[in-house]
C-alpha cells in the first residue's frame, strides 16, 4: 500500500514539473513568435518608406499621402 501511494505521489510530482516546463515553452514561442512578427512588420515598414516613387503629380502625391496617414 505504501508503495503504491508513492509511486502516485511521484507520479504527481512529475506531472506538476512536465505542467511548468510546457508553461514555460509556450511562453518561449510565443515570444519567438511575437519577435518574428515584429521583425516581418519592420521590414515591411522600411521597403514603403525606401521607396523612391514620390509620385507624378501633386493628385499622386495628396493621394499616397492619404493612404500613409494613420488612423486615429
Known amino acids: 500500500m505504501k508503495s503504491s501511494i508513492k509511486q502516485l505521489d511521484n507520479l504527481q510530482q512529475k506531472s506538476i514539473e512536465l505542467k511548468e516546463s510546457l508553461e514555460d515553452s509556450l511562453v518561449y514561442h510565443e515570444l519567438v513568435k511575437d519577435v ?37
Open 36 to 72: 518574428h512578427d515584429a521583425i516581418l512588420w519592420e521590414k515591411e515598414k522600411i521597403a514603403l518608406v525606401s521607396s523612391a516613387d514620390y509620385g507624378n503629380s501633386l493628385v499622386e502625391v495628396q493621394a499616397m499621402m492619404k493612404r500613409h496617414q494613420v488612423k486615429k
